[in-house]
């Protein structure tokens, strides 16, 4: 499952891409999660009705704080797109297990491995590799990068922190996942968490006076893609895994979508990786080999 929903994840960049020739960033997100919730409506209420009046206020508020999270982390990593390449856009908004992992002791009881954490410094030791060649440049002389004034001011910087952001609010939303999944099954879990965010995200499009409407075909092809295939495929597999693995063990395995979105972008968009970029992808699935091979931590009593 979590292979399937690495795979799936992969494509959003690329489709995303394509969206923003016409749609703005937070429109393109607020469609993604609103036909996400539509699609799972019928299929979550009336078979899970009765899990869903169960719910406890606390229960509700994690839901809510979940959904919040999920609609920053798209809110500010698709918009980080329009500054920055495909690759170290994913690679930064997949840190997730670096900030899981320092959380998940306090958050969730769950202890790490010293296989995890080999796996875990290796993997970001490729994403810092796959980020920097985006900055710098071989050349006959060397490894030549910009000053750090330039590097600052640069449009990538800004893509790069609004990435990073988006990789802070989906830890959020790994960790309150991880708490919440074990007691509730899948289809209104993500019933719940999708549509409390597509709420979010279209609120914010409200306010914003940003347009919604008068695309092309094209266009609203890609939005519906980009539900079916990284969100309701993607994000609901590893919201499932969620209820067998530990959050950290989830979160690290995030690490394969810069690998899949390079390869994808390289053929959708002409983005060719470089040597440093390849040598960043192959340390990333090195590493999320290793840290995967011995899962720590108990595991719980669940919901299919």
Request: glycine fraction near 10%; hydrophobic fraction near 55%; proline fraction near 6%.
């Amino acid at each position: 499952m979590l292979l399937l929903g690495i795979i799936a994840v992969s494509t959003a960049s690329p489709l995303i891409r394509f969206a923003q020739g016409e749609a703005s960033s937070l429109v393109i997100a607020a469609y993604r999660m609103g036909l996400s919730g539509l699609i799972l409506l019928p299929l979550a209420v009336p078979r899970h009705n009765a899990e869903l009046r169960k719910l406890t206020p606390g229960q509700l508020a994690l839901a809510a704080l979940s959904g919040l999270f999920l609609a920053l982390h798209f809110a500010t990593w698709i918009l980080s797109l329009e500054y920055t390449s495909v690759a170290s856009s994913v690679v930064l908004v997949t840190t997730n297990p670096l900030w899981v992992a320092l959380l998940a002791p306090w958050f969730l009881k769950e202890r790490l491995a010293p296989a995890f954490l080999i796996g875990l410094l290796v993997a970001l030791a490729g994403g810092v590799i796959v980020a920097v060649s985006d900055s710098c440049a071989q050349t006959a002389s060397g490894l030549v990068c910009p000053p750090l004034n330039e590097f600052v001011n640069g449009k990538a910087f800004w893509g790069d922190i609004l990435a990073l952001m988006g990789a802070w609010a989906g830890s959020g939303y790994i960790l309150i996942g991880r708490r919440l999944r074990p007691r509730l099954s899948l289809a209104p879990y993500i019933f719940l968490v999708y549509g409390l965010a597509a709420l979010a995200l279209i609120g914010l499009v409200a306010v914003s006076g940003l347009p919604v409407s008068g695309f092309s075909p094209a266009t609203y092809g890609y939005l519906l893609l980009l539900a079916l295939v990284p969100q309701l495929l993607g994000h609901s597999s590893f919201n499932w895994a969620l209820a067998h693995l530990p959050a950290s063990y989830v979160s690290i395995s995030l690490l394969g979508e810069p690998l899949g979105s390079t390869i994808l972008a390289y053929f959708a968009l002409g983005e060719i990786p470089g040597w440093l970029k390849i040598c960043g992808a192959a340390l990333i699935l090195g590493g999320i080999l290793f840290a995967t091979l011995r899962p720590a931590s108990k595991r719980l009593a669940v919901y299919n």
